[in-house]
């Protein structure tokens, strides 16, 4: 699937993975932010310890577990939005789920969906997406 670059020009073809995380792998966890000292103050039992995580750069490792995901990392074809989320204070994970995936409140269709449409011209192609 051909994507855009920021600026809206054609970029080489290639796959858009989008995980959202359910029960206890949480962003805290997976990518910690280790070179804050309010991470390890406000998650003494929890923290992973800055010595245990594969480095990404000054403030943020990556959990050992993630090692496979590092040499992505390095060549640049994975990134991490930290810290991103909704205002969603239901305590559902459904609910939560069902804003993530339609792009907030107020919004049809769905974000993805959007940009698929974007980016195929409006056809509907065999393996556009896949979910599971």
């Known amino acids: 699937m051909a994507g855009l670059d ?6 080489e073809p290639g796959t858009l993975v989008v995980v ?3 029960g206890g792998a ?5 990518v910690p932010p280790v070179g804050d ?20 750069d000054g403030l943020f490792g990556l959990h050992p577990g993630l090692a496979p995901l590092e040499p992505l990392w ?7 939005v930290p810290a991103a ?3 969603d204070d239901s305590r ?20 993805l969906g959007r940009w698929l449409r974007l980016v195929s ?10 979910a599971f």
Do not use: C, K, N
Not at 37 to 45: E, G, M, N, S, V
Not at 51 to 56: Q, T
Not at 93 to 108: C, K, N, Y
Not at 121 to 130: F, I, N, P, W, Y
């Open 92 to 111: 559902s994970h459904f609910e939560a789920q069902d804003l993530m995936e339609h792009g907030g409140r107020d919004v049809a269709g769905g974000w």
């Open 74 to 80: 390095r060549e640049g074809q994975l990134t991490v």
């Open 20 to 22: 959202f995380l359910r």
């Open 121 to 130: 011209g409006g056809e509907a192609r065999a393996l556009s997406a896949v």
């Open 37 to 56: 000292d309010d991470y390890h103050r406000l998650r003494p039992l929890l923290r992973i310890s800055a010595d245990e995580v594969l480095a990404l």
């Open 26 to 30: 949480d962003g805290l966890t997976l």
């Open 6 to 11: 920021i600026d809206g020009h054609a970029d």
């Open 85 to 87: 989320g909704s205002d």
